[in-house]
């Protein structure tokens, strides 16, 4: 069975376009928070890993919305997701990254992410998006602590 079992969810969700659109407009705060995440880590948990330079960190913040757009649009199956999930993680794990220091990271970024936007989504919508947004991360993380001991079949996909 695949890491991610895919459930269809229908369309978007009703606060979804408004989500994405500020987390498009907040990028560039993502990208240095993600920074700030990965620094904070490695005073942690050293490991030998490269500098990232402002591209790189863009990438990886491209893929977070990607999942996140994924996610609120209900794909299925989530192509992204899976990508994510079922190669990139665990050929990071292969080449010798630690998951104890992905978990530090991912953490760290999405609690940054999550008060940025807690602080900056309108108000009408707030319960709804942040009770979303904390499955979604807490999926998430899950999904990354998983990869080591293999897949975890009762975690429904990132939605």
């Not at 560039?28 to 490991?47: D, F, H, M, W």
């Not at 104890?100 to 953490?107: A, L, Q, R």
């Amino acid at each position: 069975m695949s890491l991610l079992t895919p459930i269809r969810w229908g369309p978007m969700l009703a606060f979804g376009p408004t989500l994405l659109a500020l987390l498009q407009s907040r990028r560039e705060i993502y990208i240095e928070a993600l920074g700030t995440a990965i620094k904070n880590s490695q005073e942690i948990i050293p490991v030998a890993r490269p500098e990232y330079d402002h591209d790189a960190l863009s990438q990886i913040i491209e893929g977070y919305m990607a999942m996140i757009t994924e996610a609120l649009e209900g794909r299925d199956p989530p192509e992204i997701a899976t990508m994510y999930f079922e190669t990139i993680i665990p050929s990071l794990v292969a080449a010798g990254e630690r998951v104890d220091s992905m978990v530090h990271v991912t953490v760290g970024m999405m609690v940054l992410m999550a008060d940025d936007v807690g602080r900056h989504v309108n108000p009408d919508i707030r319960a709804t998006t942040m009770d979303w947004l904390s499955k979604f991360f807490a999926t998430w993380v899950t999904r990354i602590i998983s990869v080591k001991g293999g897949p975890v079949s009762s975690l429904r996909p990132l939605r």
